[in-house]
């Protein structure tokens, strides 16, 4: 799929996500707060637009909705500083870290990576994205997700343990980061199942409203 910003269709390339990045959130599934940023990869064909479908997978039986905001890489770089990171951003949007919670869990025990639980298709839904402008604070942005018009999440960027700057940062020093690259943030407390027929709703006053169907 292609990404939309504005009337711009951009090729998406990696997507990287963040877990643990919120202390609510690491507390209510028992983990401890990371040292460092807790890093993991989907492929594009996980990716979903928004109005799409959610493909229940076949592997697992107990599958999380997890809303978090993602970062559109604009340009190609290193960025070493809260400036430079802050210009590397092409476009803001939400999304869904959708996650098979019992595949995780059997994972954890063994050491396992968590691609069978986190990067199977259609796990990363995301909305449209918008610029960043000079009045978005990416230290202070809200967002709601929401499970068949109930509210379940309420996230703010001011609660996220590592910042959307350090995240660039950080994954500048691993890795060139390029046009297209997205960056799934973490996820704030809430999470929690849904099944075939529930319709999955993220929303935030700086984006708009974004929904999807399980399928």
Request: aromatic residues 8%; glycine residues 10%.
């Amino acid at each position: 799929m292609k990404l939309s910003l504005g009337t711009e269709q951009i090729t998406p390339c990696r997507i990287f996500c963040v877990g643990m990045n919120y202390v609510e959130h690491i507390r209510e599934l028992k983990n401890e707060i990371p040292a460092s940023p807790v890093i993991f990869m989907k492929p594009a064909t996980s990716l979903v637009p928004s109005g799409g479908s959610v493909v229940f997978p076949s592997h697992g039986t107990e599958l999380h909705y997890e809303t978090e905001v993602v970062v559109l890489i604009g340009r190609e770089g290193r960025p070493q500083t809260p400036q430079e990171a802050r210009a590397a951003i092409g476009g803001l949007s939400l999304g869904l870290d959708m996650t098979l919670r019992d595949v995780q869990q059997a994972l954890r025990p063994t050491g396992k990576p968590w691609e069978l639980c986190k990067a199977f298709e259609n796990s990363a839904p995301v909305g449209d994205f918008v610029p960043l402008t000079p009045s978005l604070d990416l230290a202070s942005l809200p967002f709601t997700g929401a499970v068949n018009g109930v509210v379940r999440q309420q996230g703010n960027t001011s609660d996220l343990v590592f910042s959307i700057s350090t995240l660039i940062q950080y994954l500048a020093g691993i890795w060139t980061l390029r046009p297209g690259d997205l960056i799934y943030t973490g996820t704030p407390v809430g999470v929690g199942p849904v099944k075939k027929g529930d319709r999955l709703a993220v929303e935030a006053p700086w984006c708009g409203r974004f929904e999807w169907l399980i399928a």
